[in-house]
Structures are given as C-alpha cells and as structure tokens.
Nanobody
Framework: QVQLVESGGGLVQAGGSLRVSCVASGSTFSNNNMAWYRQAPGKQREFVALISSGGRTTYADSVKGRFTISRDNTKNTVYLQMNSLKPEDTAVYYC?????????WGQGTQVTVSS
C-alpha cells in the first residue's frame, strides 16, 4: 500500500506564497510519476502539476509561471511551490502517485487565499 501525506497548507493573502509537501511511503518513490491536483468547493478535482520520474514537469495553464513542482528522491517528497497566489487558488490540494501498483491519493491539505 502506498501512503501519501501532505502538509504545508494554510491561509495566505492574495499575492503571497506557500509551499505544500507530500511524503510518500510504500513504493520506490523515484520510479513514480507524482502530481498535484486540487478541488475547490462545489467543483470537480482538477490537475495542477506533474513531475515525471525523470524530472519532466507539466502544468495546468491556470498555474503556469506561478507554481513550481519539484521532487527530492532522497526524502521521498514532492513539493509544490505556489507564488503570486490568487483567491481562485483556494482549494484542497491533493498529492497523487502513479505507481506500478496503481494510482494513490493523499488526504489533502487546505489552501485558502484571502483577497
């Protein structure tokens, strides 16, 4: 069983920055594609960013240029650095791991951006 534990969410003013982290266990982390998704109240969960096992990154258009996904394979951790935050970035942010055993999700961490 792959376990993902997010942390780092919180309340921040518009224009501010926040970094969320996700620690993975139960698989060979370096082999996994890792991603962040988010879900705002009343909306469907949406893709935010992905980093492949080889380090290639992909971003949703809505966060491109403001968010940066990175990984530290020595710590089994994936990060999402969020800059220039907007109220519309308010959501629960979920870590996602795509492994040979299947797809796994964390429990989510709340990010709230006040205007």
């Amino acid at each position: 069983q792959v376990q993902l534990v997010e942390s780092g969410g919180g309340l921040v003013q518009a224009g501010g920055s926040l970094r969320v982290s996700c620690v993975a266990s139960g698989s060979t982390f370096s082999n996994n594609n890792m991603a962040w998704y988010r879900q705002a109240p009343g909306k469907q969960r949406e893709f935010v960013a992905l980093i492949s096992s080889g380090g290639r990154t992909t971003y949703a258009d809505s966060v491109k240029g403001r968010f940066t996904i990175s990984r530290d394979n020595t710590k089994n951790t994936v990060y999402l650095q969020m800059n220039s935050l907007k109220p519309e970035d308010t959501a629960v942010y979920y870590c996602n791991a795509n492994t040979w055993r299947g797809v796994f999700w964390g429990q989510g961490t709340q990010v709230t951006v006040s205007s």
